[in-house]
Structures are given as C-alpha cells and as structure tokens.
C-alpha cells in the first residue's frame, strides 16, 4: 500500500481555503476579533477564476463563455436558494429568489452565502459583457490583454465606488467589489499560460507576482489577513504543482475540496444550530485568548460543522453516484424488462 | 504524403504514357493531361479560389478537377444530376466560380470576387451520401487525398500498366479513389459513361484492353443475373466492390471466379470522411470470409469502441469501428467560414458497428444508429428485420429509445399481430412497445433505402403504456432505482470509496465521466470541457480520473476519452 499519495497544487489551495472559511465562521461565533483569520474566500475565488479561464475559456469562444458563465452562475445560485430555503421555509421573501439577499439583510438568516452569491451575479454580469458582439469579441482577440484590461477596470472599481457609495453597512459584499478577485484569476492564468503569454518563465513569473501584488494591495490593503492569504496562496500556486502528503490527510484533502461548496453552504446550517445549542455569544477578544473553554468552543464549532457538512457531501455525491451507475444498468426498468435481457 | 509530392504536382514525369483514353479511341497522355490541368488553373487565377465543379466522366472535366488541384484551390465536386443542389449550396458557399460543361468546354461562370478564407491544406469538398439535401460537406485536406491514393496503390498491388473503366462518377468519394489511385501511379483511365448492362460498355473494356473496373453492390447483383465471368475478359485482373454490403453468396461467387482466371476480388470499406479508403479483404481471404470487410489499409488503424469509448479486443464483441489515419478528414463545413479551419478528429468514429472474428477479420453486425435502448435491452433493429424476414415478412423496421415500429408491406390485420407479438416475446419487451403498421408498399427514400422516419412517425403519437412501465430517464424509472435495493448497497459502496474505506473499480474514463456528469451517453470524443464541466465539478473529475489512470496528465481536461485511455495504456507500457 502506498504510504503517499500526490495531491495537486490547486486542490490543496482549495482545501486550506474551506478550512480557513470555516475557521474564520467559527472563531466569529465563539470571539469577537476575526480580523486575523479572514482570507479563505479571497484565495477561493481567485482559483475560481482560475479554473474558469482553464475549462470556460481556452479554446472557446464569447458565445460559449457566456453560456458556461450563466450555467455557472446558475448552479451557484440554485445551490445558494435551496439552502437558505431550507432554513427559511416558515419565513418565506421573494428576496430569496432574486439572490440579491446580501444586497437587503445581509442577517435576514444568519447565513453568510454572500461568497456563492456574489459569484453568481459576477458571472451573470461578465455573461452578459460577453455576450455583446464586440464586448466578447475584443476579448478573445487576446484573453491576456482582455483579461488585463478588464482587471484594471474591477480595480479601479473597488477603488472608487466605496468612495461614491458606503456600503460597509453591507460588508460591501457585492459583486462589483468583488469582481477583481475573480478576474485576478483569469489573468493569472493566462500570465502563465506559456501559449496566451509567449514570453520567458522568468518574465511570466514575475509579471504574476507584480499582477498578484498590486491586485491585493488595492482590493485588501497590506494590513488585512486577506492580502497575505491572497499573496501566500498564489506564490504556493506558483511554486509546485503539488506535494506528497501521507494518504490519509491526503484523502482529508481531496474530500474537503471535492465539497468546497457544499461545506461553504452548509456548515452555517450546523453552526447556527450548535451555537442555540450551547447557548454560545461572542466574548471579548481578551477572554478569547486567555479562555481554555473559549478555545475548546472555538475547535468545536469549527470543526463538528466542518465534519457535518462533509458528511451531507459525501451523502449527495455517493446517491448520485449510485442512481448514475444503476440507471446506466438499465435498472429502474420493469422487472421483467431486466430478466429477458439476462 | 508521396516523398515527391502530391500526384497533381507529378503527373508531367509520366511523359508520354497515356493517361485517359475514350471509347472512340481517342488518348490523352499524362503530358497533354497535366498542360490542360495547368491551362484550367492559370484560368482560375493566382489567388486561391472556392471552386464549385459539375463533373463526368470526361477528359475536359477531369482535367478541370486537376487544374483546381494543382493551383491549389478548394472545389466541390458535383454531378449534373445534382445540379439544382449544388445551386443551392452556392447561395449558402458563395463560391468564387461555378464551372460546368453543358456547352462542351469548360464554362467558368464567376459569383463572387472576393477572397474565401480557406484552410491553407483544405482542397477537396464533397457531399456525404448520408448528407443528400443538407449543406454538410467534407473537408479533405492535400495529404488526405494522397495518402489515401497511396494506400490503395499499395494494397491493389497497382503499378503503370493497370488501365481501368471509369463505371463510376467522380463527384462520388469511391469513384473519386479511382481515378486518383490510377494517376498516382501512371496507370489510365478508359473513360466511358455507359453501365455495365450496356454491351458496348464490355466491349470497350476488352477491346481498349482494361484490367479492372470498380462497382457497388448493386453492379454486382446485376452482373450476377447477366451471368457474369470475369474470364471473358483475358486482360482482367481486379475488381474491386464498396458502397455498401454485398450478400456473401455474392463474394463468395465473384472472388472464385476472379482466382479462376488469375485475378483478383477486393470488398473494401469506407467512407467519404476517409477520403475514402479505411479496409478491405484480401483477396484470397474472400471466398472463406465472404461476409467480411477485412482488415485496415496500410497507413490506417482500426479500432472497436465499446459505449464507454474502450478499446475492444475480444473476438465477436461488437464495438463501433473508429479509423485513425492520414486520410482521415478535416471535419465538417456547414457554411463559408467552415472552410477556414482545420477540425480533424482525432479519430474517425464511423458508426458502423463490427465484429473481429477469429482470423482478426472484421465484419459489420449493424449501425449504431440502428440500435435502440428499451428497458435496459439493446436491440438491433436490423436482427428485428432478419427476424421478420426468415417469417416471410416483407418488412423495415424502425425504432427509438421507446418503441420499435415495424412497417409490414401489404400485410393483414392478423399478421401484424402476429408478428408484434413475436417480437415482444423474443425481446422480452411489452406488447405497447412493439408497433407493428401494413403498408401497401414499405415507404423509400429517393435512393430506395427504407424511409425509417416516415415509418417511425407512423406509430400513433402519445401511445405509451402504463405508467410503471415508462423506461429509465422516467419518474417511474427514478423511483424504481431509488426505491430498489441494489442502490442503497451501491450508496454504501460509493460512499466507501469516496471515504477510502474501499478502493474504487473505475471501469474506464467513460465509466467516470457518465458516473460524475450524470449523463447517460458519453462518446470516445467527449472531453470534460466539451461535456460542460466546470470549476464546480472539476476537483471529483481529476481525483477519479487519478485514481484511475494513476496520474493526471496535463491537459486532460481537453483530452477525449479515448486519449485519456490511451494514456492509461502508454503508461503501463512505459
């Protein structure tokens, strides 16, 4: 038996991002100070772009990435709504249904999706950027310059808009703000892409560390967690393409990458109710850090929610597994059906 | 491609050999050939040209065929019998000129005078038979042709002194072959327009002392019925059959009487999209293997693709014969723009479905499209008509993935109840899914093929049985898997494998994309990008396909399944 197993550059990025997420959620609930933890979403949607620009834009077409955007936007959306349905049946608001509920309560439910909302109304915005006729068309003349160009614009939206209008009573959780982050992705991926970017390693390297740099310094600011997740993960992403691990936390590590998005949606769920449970309020930051019981709290929150929603993963992905492998058996068809063709 | 050169570039080294000959009597030779073929581009012009080409079977129209070649322009061969069509696909095309030759000469009639963004390799189109009516033509490439030409060069042992009667057109991709085989390698041409029930035609073949001549299966069951040797014709050498399948009492007749008088029989197998050559039997195989189609040309491989796009290797297990070759096309062209790109696929999936037999031979046991999926059950629709047929049924059958539909010609109430129920008992299928309809005469298609579609649209709209019995896909299918023991046995183990407590059998890379996309029809071309994946799915993907095929190799997220398999296989090679 192996005691190693490989695991690749980005599904690590992405599993150390969903811990830090749900850290981030756990230490919030049980302290008041979360200002160091934050960070985890940032690196997820910088590789979320990533992975984008590599299967929506390579070889594609403005008519095609428009149609993937909205398919994706789609997906996170009906994610995001049978969630926060789930929790909200009793108290049902059309806000729901507009995934637009980060924009009106950011706590309407106490669940923090803005992450997969947010990314679903930038992808409805970038669909339909490309699909007018010169809007995709200029940008696939060159996806480097136009992924560039349009990141320079989500910069200097990030810079201005919070100037014209406040919206720190929201978090400023909304798409335009956030849009860099996505598209910071997208030219990441093209820099080093050797055939979008036909120049030396050492060019491309460097221009990535520039991009990556001056893009956390507008969008965080050096003195946020945000900004030194953001320049950790994508230096890490630019140095291996992987790293051994033993099989065990290896297997941790594909599993919790593999459900991302189901422990981003769910663990709230989890972590809502443990908090009635126990009956837990936010104590000040000096408690927290000299409190054992505070620190138990803490572990606890994070990680029973983690697990809970690892496991409703593991549920949804092994159910449709199996419905997929049966029905391509040909069961489900009349029993007699099934013997004449053994 | 020939070391030297594509044959159009060449023909000027075989001098003086003659090249074309008529029934008159009249010869052109490879010399005169290639300056009438120079004098036909210098026509066209220096810049490339979208040529649309009504052709026959005439020095002038030949010449003109070449002429495009040569100075390197892209034409659509077509026949005057399609004339009306190709009228229509110039509105869609707009070529640069049309060339026909109803006034004897050439006419060149110029359309547009713009430039056509062709591919700079494209420079062959031709319509598919399964196309007929659509604006789907083939895209063949110079080394296409070539290639191709080489091919049947090395397999018909062909050299100079062949001469062969031109019975088929050349705006036909087997015809076509003829032709560029026999001027590939100095051989000539007689060329005549007359058919093989014509006596001058036979007479013109012995008399203009040709070798060999290339038919359908149709030319020859009419020869069969005329009492046709091939020893009544001392300087015969070959025959070769495509276009279809001819019945193996058929072969098995001609092939002994070829090896009578020395000669030789080939079936081969092809397709337009091959350029068009992809197998063929040895001649001396024939009368053994009458019902087969042989083994690949040289140059080209021949695979069998089981549903999930794996490589099958046991005797008679059907898969779908998928080529890999120089010859194998550029793709498709739909419209003018289609013509700028280079869309080759990385194999050539043919549809049909065959067999390797014993001898490592391959025979056709159907077409894909002739397989429906009821309850779980393949049915090959062509077996339902060998059925019928051994009942003295005359008969065609249709069929969709919820019911077959067979047309009985001229039949009463009584036997198309007697055959529904015959076929519902031997495949196990319900009574209402087996529609059984008289026909005073079996619908046809211009070409006299079956007219499946007007057969399938016979069957009443909205005639389903009841509602448990509705087919996977269905609710009822949905709650009968999900209500079913054997899905939470095989819930345990996929969450087993997913947790690692189990390891995971991945049966291939067909097996994970069906698995974790959801679909049920995954093809040996699907990539994940082309099957819609995405950053939400993409982690599942690489994880199983790792597991799998032991690495992931860069880039598999635009490798197809078949690639990816055969990565699997390299690596356990290496």
């Given at each position: 038996?192996?005691?190693?197993?490989?695991?690749?550059?980005?599904?690590?990025?992405?599993?150390?991002?969903?811990?830090?997420?749900?850290?981030h959620?756990?230490?919030?609930?049980?302290a008041?100070?979360?200002?160091?933890?934050?960070?985890?979403?940032?690196?997820?949607?910088?590789?979320?772009?990533?992975?984008?620009?590599?299967?929506?834009?390579?070889q594609?077409?403005?008519?095609?990435?428009?149609?993937?955007l909205?398919?994706?936007?789609?997906?996170?959306?009906?994610?995001?709504?049978?969630?926060?349905?789930?929790?909200?049946?009793?108290?049902?608001?059309?806000?729901?249904?507009?995934?637009?509920?980060?924009?009106?309560?950011?706590?309407?439910?106490?669940l923090?999706?803005?992450?997969?909302?947010?990314?679903a109304?930038?992808?409805?915005?970038?669909?339909?950027?490309?699909?007018?006729?010169?809007?995709?068309h200029?940008?696939?003349?060159?996806?480097?310059?136009?992924?560039?160009?349009?990141?320079v614009?989500?910069?200097?939206?990030?810079?201005?808009?919070?100037?014209?209008?406040?919206?720190?009573?929201?978090?400023?959780?909304?798409?335009?703000?956030?849009?860099?982050?996505?598209?910071?992705?997208?030219?990441?991926?093209?820099?080093?892409?050797?055939?979008?970017?036909?120049?030396p390693?050492?060019?491309?390297?460097?221009?990535?560390?520039?991009?990556?740099?001056?893009?956390?310094?507008?969008?965080?600011?050096v003195?946020?967690?945000?900004?030194?997740?953001?320049?950790?993960?994508?230096?890490?992403?630019?140095a291996?393409?992987?790293v051994?691990?033993?099989?065990?936390?290896?297997r941790?590590?594909?599993?919790?990458?593999?459900?991302?998005?189901?422990?981003y949606?769910?663990?709230?769920?989890?972590?809502?109710?443990?908090?009635?449970?126990?009956?837990?309020?936010?104590v000040?930051?000096?408690?927290?850090?000299?409190?054992?019981l505070?620190?138990?709290?803490?572990?606890?929150?994070?990680?029973?929610?983690?697990?809970?929603s690892?496991?409703?993963?593991?549920?949804?992905?092994?159910?449709?597994?199996?419905?997929?492998?049966?029905?391509?058996?040909?069961?489900?068809?009349?029993?007699?059906?099934?013997?004449?063709?053994? | 491609?020939?070391?030297?050169?594509?044959?159009?570039?060449?023909?000027?080294e075989?001098?003086d050999s003659?090249a074309?000959?008529?029934?008159?009597?009249?010869?052109?030779?490879?010399?005169?050939?290639a300056?009438?073929?120079?004098?036909f581009?210098?026509?066209?012009?220096?810049?490339?040209?979208?040529?649309?080409?009504?052709?026959?079977?005439?020095?002038e129209?030949?010449?003109?065929?070449?002429?495009?070649?040569?100075?390197?322009?892209?034409v659509?061969?077509?026949s005057?019998?399609?004339?009306?069509?190709?009228?229509?696909?110039?509105?869609?095309?707009?070529?640069?000129?049309?060339?026909?030759?109803?006034?004897?000469?050439?006419?060149?009639?110029?359309r547009?005078?713009?430039?056509?963004?062709?591919?700079?390799?494209?420079?062959?189109?031709?319509?598919?038979?399964?196309?007929?009516?659509?604006?789907?033509?083939?895209?063949?490439?110079?080394?296409?042709?070539?290639?191709?030409?080489?091919?049947?060069?090395?397999?018909?042992?062909?050299?100079?002194?062949?001469?062969?009667?031109?019975?088929?057109?050349?705006?036909?991709?087997?015809?076509?072959?003829?032709?560029?085989?026999?001027?590939?390698?100095?051989?000539?041409?007689?060329?005549?327009?007359?058919?093989?029930?014509?006596?001058?035609?036979?007479?013109?073949?012995?008399?203009?002392?040709?070798t060999?001549?290339?038919?359908v299966?149709?030319?020859?069951?009419?020869?069969a019925?005329m009492?046709?040797a091939?020893s009544d014709?001392?300087?015969?050498?070959?025959?070769?059959?495509?276009?279809?399948?001819?019945?193996?009492?058929l072969?098995?007749r001609?092939?002994?009487?070829?090896?009578?008088?020395?000669?030789?029989?080939?079936?081969?197998?092809?397709?337009?999209?091959?350029?068009?050559?992809?197998?063929?039997?040895?001649?001396?195989?024939?009368?053994?293997?009458?019902?087969?189609?042989?083994?690949?040309?040289?140059?080209?491989?021949?695979?069998?693709?089981?549903?999930?796009?794996?490589?099958?290797?046991?005797?008679?297990?059907?898969?779908?014969?998928?080529?890999?070759?120089?010859?194998?096309?550029?793709?498709?062209?739909?419209?003018?723009?289609?013509?700028?790109?280079?869309?080759?696929?990385?194999?050539?999936?043919?549809?049909?479905?065959?067999?390797r037999?014993?001898?490592?031979?391959?025979?056709?046991?159907?077409?894909?499209?002739?397989f429906?999926?009821?309850?779980?059950?393949?049915?090959?629709?062509?077996?339902?008509?060998?059925?019928?047929?051994?009942?003295?049924?005359?008969?065609?059958?249709?069929?969709?993935?919820?019911?077959?539909?067979?047309?009985?010609?001229?039949?009463?109430?009584?036997?198309?109840?007697?055959?529904?129920?015959?076929?519902?008992?031997?495949?196990?299928?319900?009574?209402?899914?087996?529609?059984?309809?008289?026909?005073?005469?079996?619908?046809?298609?211009?070409?006299?093929?079956?007219?499946?579609?007007?057969?399938?649209?016979?069957?009443?709209?909205?005639?389903?049985?009841?509602?448990?019995?509705?087919?996977?896909?269905?609710?009822?299918?949905?709650?009968?898997?999900?209500?079913?023991?054997?899905?939470?046995?095989?819930?345990?183990?996929?969450?087993?494998?997913?947790?690692?407590?189990?390891?995971?059998?991945?049966?291939?890379?067909?097996?994970?994309?069906?698995?974790?996309t959801?679909?049920?029809?995954?093809?040996?071309?699907?990539?994940?990008?082309?099957?819609?994946?995405?950053?939400?799915?993409?982690?599942?993907?690489?994880?199983a396909?790792e597991?799998y095929?032991?690495?992931?190799?860069a880039g598999?997220?635009?490798?197809?399944?078949?690639?990816?398999?055969?990565?699997?296989?390299?690596?356990?090679?290496?």
């Amino acid at each position: 038996m192996k005691a190693c197993s490989r695991v690749s550059a980005d599904v690590l990025l992405r599993s150390l991002a969903i811990l830090l997420v749900t850290f981030h959620h756990a230490v919030g609930s049980v302290a008041l100070a979360t200002a160091w933890f934050g960070g985890g979403t940032t690196v997820l949607m910088m590789l979320s772009g990533m992975n984008f620009a590599k299967f929506g834009m390579q070889q594609a077409d403005s008519k095609h990435t428009s149609g993937r955007l909205l398919r994706f936007a789609g997906k996170l959306a009906l994610a995001s709504i049978a969630v926060v349905l789930l929790m909200t049946v009793p108290m049902l608001h059309s806000h729901t249904f507009a995934v637009v509920q980060n924009f009106v309560v950011f706590a309407f439910v106490h669940l923090h999706l803005w992450y997969a909302q947010v990314l679903a109304l930038m992808c409805i915005g970038l669909a339909i950027l490309f699909a007018l006729p010169r809007g995709g068309h200029a940008f696939f003349k060159s996806p480097l310059i136009g992924s560039l160009a349009l990141l320079v614009i989500a910069l200097a939206i990030r810079a201005v808009c919070p100037l014209i209008w406040d919206t720190s009573a929201i978090f400023h959780r909304l798409p335009h703000l956030f849009l860099w982050n996505f598209i910071l992705g997208w030219a990441l991926f093209f820099l080093i892409d050797k055939e979008a970017t036909p120049r030396p390693a050492a060019w491309r390297y460097g221009a990535v560390l520039l991009v990556l740099v001056a893009s956390g310094m507008i969008g965080w600011g050096v003195q946020t967690s945000d900004f030194w997740c953001l320049l950790a993960a994508g230096v890490f992403w630019l140095a291996c393409d992987g790293v051994r691990l033993p099989v065990l936390p290896a297997r941790f590590v594909n599993i919790t990458a593999q459900a991302a998005l189901v422990i981003y949606l769910v663990h709230w769920v989890f972590l809502l109710q443990l908090a009635r449970l126990f009956g837990l309020a936010p104590v000040p930051i000096e408690q927290f850090r000299l409190t054992i019981l505070t620190v138990v709290a803490v572990l606890v929150m994070w990680v029973v929610p983690m697990l809970m929603s690892i496991a409703c993963w593991v549920a949804m992905a092994s159910t449709s597994r199996a419905y997929s492998t049966l029905k391509s058996r040909g069961i489900g068809a009349p029993q007699w059906a099934v013997k004449a063709k053994t | 491609m020939h070391s030297n050169g594509p044959f159009w570039d060449r023909l000027a080294e075989f001098g003086d050999s003659a090249a074309l000959l008529d029934a008159r009597g009249s010869v052109v030779t490879y010399a005169a050939l290639a300056g009438a073929a120079r004098k036909f581009a210098d026509a066209l012009g220096p810049r490339r040209r979208l040529v649309f080409l009504e052709t026959c079977n005439r020095t002038e129209a030949l010449a003109a065929y070449l002429g495009c070649l040569l100075g390197r322009h892209a034409v659509y061969l077509y026949s005057e019998a399609d004339r009306h069509k190709a009228l229509s696909l110039a509105e869609r095309y707009q070529p640069n000129v049309i060339v026909d030759f109803a006034a004897g000469g050439p006419q060149l009639n110029w359309r547009h005078l713009d430039t056509v963004d062709l591919h700079h390799e494209l420079c062959l189109l031709m319509s598919t038979s399964g196309s007929t009516g659509s604006a789907k033509l083939v895209k063949l490439s110079r080394q296409n042709i070539q290639s191709n030409a080489d091919s049947i060069v090395e397999y018909l042992q062909l050299s100079g002194s062949e001469r062969a009667i031109t019975l088929l057109r050349p705006h036909y991709s087997y015809g076509l072959s003829v032709i560029n085989s026999h001027l590939s390698c100095g051989a000539s041409l007689l060329l005549t327009e007359r058919s093989v029930t014509d006596r001058a035609f036979w007479e013109s073949f012995r008399a203009r002392g040709c070798t060999s001549f290339a038919g359908v299966p149709y030319t020859y069951e009419t020869l069969a019925r005329m009492d046709f040797a091939f020893s009544d014709f001392p300087g015969f050498r070959y025959a070769t059959q495509a276009g279809g399948r001819l019945a193996p009492d058929l072969v098995r007749r001609f092939a002994r009487s070829a090896a009578e008088c020395g000669g030789r029989f080939y079936v081969m197998y092809g397709q337009t999209e091959a350029a068009p050559r992809m197998a063929y039997l040895p001649p001396k195989l024939a009368a053994d293997h009458p019902g087969c189609i042989g083994i690949a040309i040289p140059y080209g491989t021949i695979l069998l693709l089981d549903e999930d796009g794996r490589e099958v290797r046991e005797t008679d297990r059907p898969g779908q014969i998928a080529y890999r070759g120089p010859n194998v096309m550029m793709g498709y062209a739909e419209n003018r723009a289609g013509l700028a790109t280079d869309e080759t696929p990385h194999v050539l999936l043919t549809g049909d479905i065959a067999c390797r037999n014993g001898a490592g031979l391959l025979y056709i046991v159907g077409r894909a499209a002739r397989f429906v999926k009821l309850f779980g059950a393949r049915i090959n629709l062509d077996d339902v008509e060998a059925d019928l047929r051994q009942a003295q049924l005359d008969c065609a059958c249709a069929g969709n993935d919820e019911a077959i539909v067979v047309a009985l010609s001229n039949s009463p109430a009584a036997d198309c109840d007697a055959a529904a129920e015959r076929l519902s008992k031997k495949y196990g299928l319900p009574r209402f899914a087996v529609h059984v309809a008289a026909f005073d005469e079996i619908p046809k298609l211009a070409n006299g093929k079956p007219d499946y579609q007007t057969i399938l649209a016979s069957r009443p709209a909205g005639r389903v049985g009841p509602k448990v019995n509705h087919g996977p896909g269905t609710l009822s299918a949905f709650f009968g898997i999900v209500l079913s023991r054997p899905y939470y046995r095989e819930v345990l183990s996929e969450a087993g494998a997913i947790l690692g407590v189990k390891r995971h059998d991945w049966a291939g890379v067909g097996e994970i994309y069906r698995k974790l996309t959801g679909r049920t029809q995954i093809t040996a071309n699907d990539t994940f990008t082309t099957l819609g994946g995405d950053s939400l799915g993409y982690v599942q993907m690489s994880i199983a396909l790792e597991e799998y095929l032991g690495r992931l190799p860069a880039g598999w997220e635009h490798m197809t399944v078949l690639e990816l398999e055969e990565s699997k296989v390299h690596e356990s090679l290496f």
